[in-house]
Antibody
Framework: EVQLVESGGGLVQPGGSLRLSCAAS????????MHWVRQAPGKGLVWVSR????????SYADSVKGRFTISRDNAKNTLYLQMNSLRAEDTAVYYC???????WGQGTLVTVSS | NFMLTQPHSVSESPGKTVTISCTGS????????VQWYQQRPGSAPTTVIY?????PSGVPDRFSGSIDSSSNSASLTISGLKTEDEADYYC???????????FGGGTKLTVL
């Protein structure tokens, strides 16, 4: 059974940092490009970042460029999103997914508030 | 930057057919694959169409996707509507300029 399980969300103060993880199982993780997408409360899906299958190429939304870093460890079948300098507007549920799997995680909530 | 535009909402009766459009802002929407996602309230999204017109296993053939290059748009068609199809639907593709992802704003489908 294919699974993507996100973790690492929580409450953080503005300016703080969090690292999200997405543990993959049930498919050949190293063969798939992976993405992070987020959804603020009551809003639509917004693309955040993507990484290619071997980790050599990444891309970011303008809103997170320079603050977020996507990475992966294919030996551990895990995708990461390092989030620094967090702002209130980063508050959202964060999902990992692979469009061409297609696979989705269940999401992890990040709340940025003092 | 490349953008995708969807209607805010559509509604149709059970048993009927509905089509949701997704229009690209520039370039050719046919240059990159388009995916369609369904999201029911309180749940994570799921894929109903990937690579323009492919259905994941478990998605009924009532769901179909297509590309119209003349209007630079993609479409999701759902036939034989059921009340369980009521959800938000998002299209997704790529911005060729930066190889980043792009989502449409979402369409709320009401089946009544």
């Amino acid at each position: 059974e294919v699974q993507l399980v996100e973790s690492g969300g929580g409450l953080v103060q503005p300016g703080g940092s969090l690292r999200l993880s997405c543990a993959a199982s049930g498919f050949t993780f190293s063969s798939y490009w992976m993405h992070w997408v987020r959804q603020a409360p009551g809003k639509g899906l917004v693309w955040v970042s993507r990484i290619n299958s071997d980790g050599s190429s990444t891309s970011y939304a303008d809103s997170v460029k320079g603050r977020f870093t996507i990475s992966r460890d294919n030996a551990k079948n895990t995708l990461y999103l390092q989030m620094n300098s967090l702002r209130a507007e980063d508050t959202a549920v964060y999902y990992c997914f692979s469009p061409f799997g297609p696979f989705w995680g269940q999401g992890t909530l990040v709340t940025v508030s003092s | 930057n490349f953008m995708l535009t969807q209607p805010h909402s559509v509604s149709e009766s059970p048993g009927k057919t509905v089509t949701i459009s997704c229009t690209g802002s520039s370039g050719s929407i046919a240059s990159n694959y388009v995916q369609w996602y369904q999201q029911r309230p309180g749940s994570a999204p799921t894929t109903v169409i990937y690579e323009d017109n492919q259905r994941p296993s478990g998605v009924p053939d009532r769901f179909s996707g297509s590309i119209d290059s003349s209007s630079n748009s993609a479409s999701l068609t759902i036939s034989g509507l059921k009340t369980e199809d009521e959800a938000d639907y998002y299209c997704q593709s790529y911005d060729s300029s930066n190889h980043g992802g792009v989502f449409g704003g979402g369409t709320k489908l009401t089946v009544l």
